[in-house]
């Protein structure tokens, strides 16, 4: 429960894995396309189709049904510490000042909103690991929303389901690929979408007689604008093409981890507060994220 902080790599461990995912679906559908038909028995065409449904236009606009801004970070920081030193205006956007962030002390039982909790994990990334070579994956990936709904107490449990959208950008592998000048490796690149979005959807649940801990339920990931079946039956594939678990259970359940750590890993809200034990309250119209301390 200590509240102190370390800004560089402490969710390194974790957040590799959407690098992994990365290089997982590109490994796959060249892999696949191209040479496991007869090793694995796929069919090359329902390949062929998964990427056509994937490289359909998505309009982001149904995709992100809250947006957050900067704005947000920046009441959700002065929330947690009382003062506006965590971001510092240079004229055209915030900077993320490390020092003040490592140094600085939080209140117990402070409340966020999904956006001010979306924007100040953004916004960490953005400083933290833009241009840092050692984690290069952090700048094909996008956090796009976090958003809580459907806020229910049943006893002593509280439920709350949290959609969390990612949007990884293919376009800089892509124009890699295009770069080697090999006509096989062309006509595979241009079938790789340049953007994919992943909405995960699950329910954290958390008991108060035992706070220190929290359930997550699956509810679906979807892939773009794909229908929850065609998202599933797109990750089946690649998972056998892969021969690893990327089913919707194991990316709920990861990006559950990403965001409130577990009793292995620490989480976004372990880093951004110094604090692992919360739970989810509402006042009837909004629902906050409560951080408790000791």
Do not use: W
Not at 2 to 21: D, E, N, T, Y
Not at 179 to 191: K, P, Q, W
Not at 230 to 246: M, Y
């Amino acid at each position: 429960m200590s509240s102190s902080r370390k800004s560089g790599g402490i969710i390194s461990g974790i957040f590799k894995f959407l690098g992994v995912f990365l290089a997982v679906i590109i490994t796959a559908l060249i892999g696949g396309y191209c040479f496991l038909r007869f090793s694995l028995g796929i069919d090359i065409f329902d390949i062929k189709n998964k990427l056509d449904l994937l490289n359909q236009s998505v309009d982001e606009s149904k995709v992100i049904t809250e947006v957050y801004s900067n704005e947000d970070a920046e009441q959700g920081f002065n929330i947690l510490f009382g003062t506006d030193a965590v971001y510092k205006d240079n004229g055209t956007g915030y900077v993320f000042n490390k020092e003040e962030f490592i140094s600085g002390q939080i209140g117990l039982n402070v409340q966020l909103t999904d956006k001010q909790f979306a924007s100040m994990v953004n916004l960490f990334l953005n400083n933290i690991y833009a241009g840092n070579d050692s984690e290069d994956y952090a700048n094909y990936i996008a956090l796009k929303q976090i958003q809580f709904s459907n806020f229910n107490v049943e006893g002593t449990k509280t439920n709350v389901d949290v959609r969390f959208v990612a949007k990884i950008d293919f376009e800089k592998v892509k124009n890699n690929m295009l770069a080697n000048e090999s006509g096989i490796v062309d006509f595979i690149a241009n079938l790789i979408p340049n953007n994919i979005y992943i909405t995960s959807n699950f329910t954290i649940g958390i008991d108060s007689t035992n706070p220190t801990e929290y359930t997550v339920q699956s509810n679906y990931v979807i892939l773009n604008q794909l229908t929850q079946q065609q998202s599933k039956e797109t990750l089946d594939l690649l998972s056998k093409i892969a021969g690893s678990g990327i089913l919707p259970e194991s990316l709920n359940n990861t990006f559950a981890t990403v965001l409130f750590g577990n009793e292995e890993n620490k989480g976004f809200l372990d880093v951004l507060t110094g604090f692992s034990t919360f739970t989810f309250e509402s006042d009837g119209t909004d629902i906050y994220l409560t951080i408790k301390g000791e």
